[in-house]
């Protein structure tokens, strides 16, 4: 087999690509807390810390074919799948324009069908069965496609992530589960999830592969979903990933996280970033230069600069619209 990692490494433009959404994740995620805190939008639920995983396993899939089901923190993922920046912000301000719910969901429910991001529910984990049940219905219709869904290790303890494996396993259907190893479940410590050592050692009760990687390292997330991507093509099953980061923020825009982790902790986890270890890799390659970065940081700052005036200006669903998607609705004859 080729060795993908290897190609990336020396595939210029896509390791760009990779950086610029990962920045742009990280600054659209820091802009919603400025909003927050100066009470335009309610709520913030935050991808930082995740953002090098979610990209580096978006790259690894198939975003023309591939069905996503991603939860909230999962905003990498949805603007590789081709939610824009504007949408990401009409969301956080509840407009009506919001592709996910028409502003009628929570912020970051993400949901749109012609990227083929499938719309999850406030309860942890449903997506997992979700999940499944789009791989069963690509088997089933000998399609070429395969379906990707995420969650946090809190969430590897809920029923449902059990039952999905569990079906998925039985049936070796097309299906990747990435457990985002954030080390907390709110204020609920690792330590306090778990007794077993990984999350990745849950897949061999259910027949499939198990791999833990770095999250922090964008080459062995690429890889171990790359590989996970060609087995669910080649008919071998799904695989379980566990991509080990840290939440930098706390939990949401509503939790205090002084109250159950040190500021040195949090520091500590900091000098970490994925981000900034991703961008030296491209210095050090001379791929990227100070002052390219600087002009991607300009365009994503105009990029979310528009965004935010957009959201901000745009109207909120029409009250003729309330019951849509709630009831049937009648066609037009
Ligand atoms: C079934 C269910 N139980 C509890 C909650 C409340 N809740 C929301 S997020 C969360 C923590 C989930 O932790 P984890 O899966 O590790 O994801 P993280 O937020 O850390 O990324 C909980 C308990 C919920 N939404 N659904």
Redesign the pocket.
Request: proline share 3%; glycine share 8%; with cysteine.
């Given at each position: 087999m080729v060795n993908q990692t290897y190609a990336l490494e020396t595939d210029k433009e896509t390791l760009l690509a990779m950086y610029r959404e990962m920045l742009l994740a990280r600054r659209i995620d820091e802009r919603m807390w400025l909003l927050n805190r100066s009470g335009s939008i309610p709520f913030v639920?935050s991808c930082q810390g995740q953002e090098v995983l979610q990209i580096a396993a978006s790259f690894a899939l198939n975003k023309e074919k591939d069905y996503v089901l991603p939860?909230?923190?999962d905003l990498g993922v949805v603007l590789h799948f081709g939610m824009t920046t504007r949408e990401i912000f009409l969301q956080a301000y509840a407009k009506g324009e919001d592709p996910n719910s028409g502003g009628r969901q929570m912020p970051s429910h993400f949901g749109q069908k012609k990227n083929r991001i499938v719309t999850g529910s406030?309860?942890?984990?449903t997506q997992v069965p979700h999940a499944v049940g789009f791989a069963l219905a690509t088997k089933m219709e000998k399609k070429s496609a395969v379906s990707f869904v995420t969650?946090?290790?809190?969430?590897?303890n809920?029923g449902d992530f059990h039952e999905g494996l569990n079906f998925a396993g039985v049936h070796k259907l097309p299906v990747i589960f990435m457990v985002?190893n954030?080390k907390?479940?709110?204020s609920v410590p690792l330590s306090k999830?778990v007794a077993c050592e990984n999350i990745a050692d849950r897949a061999i009760g259910y027949g499939m592969k198990g791999i833990k990687v770095d999250g922090n390292e964008a080459f062995e997330v690429y890889k171990a979903v790359k590989e996970a991507h060609e087995r669910a093509l080649n008919g071998e099953g799904p695989t379980l990933i566990e991509a080990v980061s840290y939440?930098l923020t706390p939990?949401s825009s509503d939790d205090d996280d002084s109250t159950y982790r040190t500021k040195d902790e949090v520091s500590s986890e900091k000098s970490k970033d994925g981000i900034v270890r991703f961008k030296q890799f491209l210095m050090d390659k001379g791929y990227l230069t100070d002052a390219l970065n600087e002009e991607l940081e300009t365009t994503i700052k105009q990029e979310i600069n528009d965004a935010t005036e957009y959201a901000e200006n745009a109207p909120y669903a029409d009250v003729s619209t309330l019951s849509n998607h709630v009831y049937g609705q009648k066609e037009d004859h």
């Amino acid at each position: 087999m080729v060795n993908q990692t290897y190609a990336l490494e020396t595939d210029k433009e896509t390791l760009l690509a990779m950086y610029r959404e990962m920045l742009l994740a990280r600054r659209i995620d820091e802009r919603m807390w400025l909003l927050n805190r100066s009470g335009s939008i309610p709520f913030v639920v935050s991808c930082q810390g995740q953002e090098v995983l979610q990209i580096a396993a978006s790259f690894a899939l198939n975003k023309e074919k591939d069905y996503v089901l991603p939860y909230y923190r999962d905003l990498g993922v949805v603007l590789h799948f081709g939610m824009t920046t504007r949408e990401i912000f009409l969301q956080a301000y509840a407009k009506g324009e919001d592709p996910n719910s028409g502003g009628r969901q929570m912020p970051s429910h993400f949901g749109q069908k012609k990227n083929r991001i499938v719309t999850g529910s406030s309860p942890v984990t449903t997506q997992v069965p979700h999940a499944v049940g789009f791989a069963l219905a690509t088997k089933m219709e000998k399609k070429s496609a395969v379906s990707f869904v995420t969650l946090g290790e809190g969430s590897s303890n809920q029923g449902d992530f059990h039952e999905g494996l569990n079906f998925a396993g039985v049936h070796k259907l097309p299906v990747i589960f990435m457990v985002e190893n954030n080390k907390y479940a709110i204020s609920v410590p690792l330590s306090k999830q778990v007794a077993c050592e990984n999350i990745a050692d849950r897949a061999i009760g259910y027949g499939m592969k198990g791999i833990k990687v770095d999250g922090n390292e964008a080459f062995e997330v690429y890889k171990a979903v790359k590989e996970a991507h060609e087995r669910a093509l080649n008919g071998e099953g799904p695989t379980l990933i566990e991509a080990v980061s840290y939440r930098l923020t706390p939990h949401s825009s509503d939790d205090d996280d002084s109250t159950y982790r040190t500021k040195d902790e949090v520091s500590s986890e900091k000098s970490k970033d994925g981000i900034v270890r991703f961008k030296q890799f491209l210095m050090d390659k001379g791929y990227l230069t100070d002052a390219l970065n600087e002009e991607l940081e300009t365009t994503i700052k105009q990029e979310i600069n528009d965004a935010t005036e957009y959201a901000e200006n745009a109207p909120y669903a029409d009250v003729s619209t309330l019951s849509n998607h709630v009831y049937g609705q009648k066609e037009d004859h």
